[in-house]
Each structure stands twice: as C-alpha cells, then as structure tokens.
C-alpha cells in the first residue's frame, strides 16, 4: 500500500513540474517570443547532438565489454 502511495505521488510530482515547465515556456514566449524561440531552438539542437553522440558511444560498448579496446 505504500509503495502504491508513494508512486502515485512521484507521479503527481512529476505532472506538477511539467505543468510549471510548461506555463514558464508560455510565459517565456508571450513576453520574449524571438529569445525564447532562439533558445529552445539551441536546446534542442544540443539534444539531437547529445543523442549522435550516445548512439555512437553505444555501439562501441560491446568492443569494451570483450576487452577489444582498439587503437
């Protein structure tokens, strides 16, 4: 029962920072709309490189895992 309780709660926790998130982001682009589209533009770029990134890192995981480092 109270790890039933305490999920619900994260879960709710985490639609509350959502929520907050997305009202700060709305009200970031009534009051500064080319700033803000700026920089969730840059945001999101860094993102999409951060995921290159990793999916390059992954693939060389299984060469680690055997010891084969590679020069």
Do not use: E, K
């Given at each position: 029962?109270?790890?039933?309780?305490?999920?619900?709660?994260?879960?709710?926790?985490?639609?509350a920072?959502?929520?907050?998130?997305?009202?700060t982001?709305?009200?970031?682009?009534?009051?500064?709309p080319?700033?803000?589209?700026?920089?969730?533009?840059?945001?999101?770029?860094?993102?999409?490189?951060?995921?290159?990134?990793?999916?390059?890192?992954?693939?060389?995981?299984?060469?680690?895992?055997?010891?084969?480092?590679?020069?």
């Amino acid at each position: 029962m109270i790890d039933a309780s305490r999920s619900r709660t994260n879960i709710a926790a985490l639609l509350a920072i959502l929520a907050l998130s997305a009202a700060t982001m709305v009200w970031l682009f009534w009051h500064f709309p080319v700033i803000t589209s700026v920089a969730t533009v840059a945001v999101l770029a860094v993102l999409g490189v951060c995921a290159r990134l990793a999916r390059l890192s992954d693939s060389d995981m299984p060469d680690l895992q055997r010891g084969n480092q590679g020069v």
